[in-house]
């Protein structure tokens, strides 16, 4: 089955270090692959996607690439500020599956201290 | 602003208190969910409706009841909870339009904060 994996948070940086969140997936088939935000006291929004193999997505400074010799889609920043505080979660749409589904990871809580 | 709006923003109902959760999507799309978030606990899909019909119901306690009037609007009506069904529900909704190039991007309100006391 289709199943995604991320880091166990919380991850703690200092303000302009640079960020790394793991995500690994299992997938049958050919998955679309999303990062979300999710801010203290909000719901989530996107932050990133990217549909197709070798693809990157990017969006206010983060990235991610689509990489399936290594079924992985790490979430990158060159340099985080305290207003990235927040819980990042890696997700998976699967094409052959009932495209309905968005499979989640558990969430990534990141802290930024000045 | 992601074009999805949850009312009430908070909820605060005692074991025997019957109340709804509502949602509206401003968005055009033709699918909508409800989700379920604890602490410490990956996020749970609860209910799905794609054009108004209900297509996925992942073995929720039938003190949840969800309701899709039309496609833009989702309610979830609780009725009878326990303290552990205290968490944050959240609503999203998205287009699905089918075929091999589709995916699933789903945009989210900003939740309902329920306390069962």
């Known amino acids: 089955g289709n199943s995604v994996t991320q880091m166990e948070g919380p991850v703690t940086l200092s303000e302009e270090a640079f960020l790394t969140i793991n995500c690994t997936y299992t997938?049958?088939?050919?998955?679309?692959l999303f990062w979300y935000v999710q801010y203290p006291g909000e719901g989530l929004q996107l932050l990133l996607k990217?549909?197709?193999a070798d693809d990157k997505g990017s969006n206010k400074g983060f990235e991610a690439t689509y990489r399936k010799e290594t079924t992985s889609f790490h979430l990158e920043k060159g340099s985080v500020q305290v207003s990235d505080s927040a819980v990042y979660f890696c997700?998976?749409?699967?094409?052959?599956?009932?495209?309905?589904?968005?499979?989640w990871g558990a969430g990534t809580k990141l802290i930024i201290k000045p | 602003e992601t074009g999805v709006t949850q009312t009430p923003r908070h909820l605060v109902m005692g074991m025997t208190n019957k109340k709804s959760l509502k949602c509206e999507q401003h968005?055009?799309?033709?699918?909508m969910y409800w989700y379920k978030q604890s602490a410490k606990k990956p996020l749970e899909l609860m209910f799905v409706?794609?054009?108004?019909?209900?297509?996925e119901n992942n073995s929720v306690p039938s003190r949840f009841s969800p309701e899709c009037p039309n496609s833009s609007h989702l309610f979830l009506h609780l009725h009878t909870l326990q303290p552990e069904d205290s968490a944050l529900y959240l609503c999203?909704?998205?287009?699905?339009?089918?075929?091999?190039?589709?995916?699933?991007?789903?945009?989210f309100g900003p939740g309902t904060r329920l306390t069962v006391l």
């Open positions: 999203a909704s998205s287009q699905l339009s089918g075929g091999f190039s589709s995916y699933n991007e789903q945009f």
């Open positions: 968005l055009g799309h033709n699918a």
């Open positions: 409706y794609s054009l108004e019909e209900r297509v």
């Open positions: 997938a049958t088939g050919y998955p679309s």
């Open positions: 990217a549909t197709k």
């Open positions: 997700a998976l749409s699967d094409r052959t599956d009932s495209n309905y589904q968005l499979i």
